[in-house]
DNA sequence: AGCATATTCAACCATATAGTTGACCTTTTA
DNA sequence: TAAAAGGTCAACTATATGGTTGAATATGCT
């Protein structure tokens, strides 16, 4: 078999797409997930979410990795460094938002538990 | 006429999906150009690439405005920065919320001048 | 062995996308 | 005023995409 062609931004922007892809992103952010699971959320066919999955593998997106007749995917965060690069490389982002955004991630980062709905609250 | 939708990050990543519209992006990056000089180095009808500035335009990531008969192009990098922000929690912070960052996504969109932060300062 | 579970495969359908060509409208120029 | 230049529109074609269903393939359980 032949080494797998690593993920061109095409791959990764055409994955990112969708909403359901991005959904399902979300969902492994949080933790790795069995295909079956990953699909129980959504109102479409355990196969519509199989192939969204395998388009996420091959933009590298996640990974997937078969243990006894479990199929487990894992959130693959570096395939998302290129393309992220790459719109980097177009935006002036100096002053906008990181600022907001780096402190949001602070927070986060300091006490996740306490994000329920005040998020920009100093309580 | 309805004021347009804010871009969504659908109409941004399938914009980024096709390398003809990111290669027009790179064009765009050095100068405003016409939609004619655009199309000049690709092997493609002008129709086809007046649809992909169009497609652009919409995504936000381009403006266009008609001088005379001239429509001239000009990158517009702000609407990268919802689909470059959002990329960043997947590749740099392992453990953040996403609903708590969706949030401050919102927020953030919907009036930048509330999150105190010096949104326009020069760096 | 036999059945249930987890997942994929194959065939199919509807719609979207990227491209073409030729006609058309507007603005500039000769 | 007539012709050329800059773009878009409309109709069409081919292919890609996202979804369905039913059958097939493994693996695990009793």
């Given amino acids: 078999m032949t080494s797998p062609a690593p993920p061109s931004l095409d791959q990764v922007f055409t994955a990112l797409a969708d909403p359901t892809r991005r ?23 355990l196969a519509a979410v199989s ?13 997937q990795e078969k243990r006894g007749r479990v199929k487990w995917c894992k959130l693959e965060p570096d395939a998302l460094r290129e393309a992220s690069v790459w719109m980097q490389a177009f935006g002036q982002y100096d002053g906008v938002n990181l600022d907001a ?7 986060e980062l300091a006490d996740p538990a306490l994000d329920g709905s005040d998020v920009h609250s100093t309580s």
Same sequence: chains 1, 2.
């Fill in 101 to 107: 955004f780096e402190r949001f991630l602070a927070q």
């Fill in 51 to 63: 192939k969204h999955l395998g388009i996420l593998a091959v933009a590298g997106l996640i990974s």
């Fill in 23 to 45: 959904a399902i992103l979300s969902m492994l952010l949080e933790d790795d997930m069995a295909v079956t699971d990953v699909a129980e959320p959504f109102a479409m066919s």
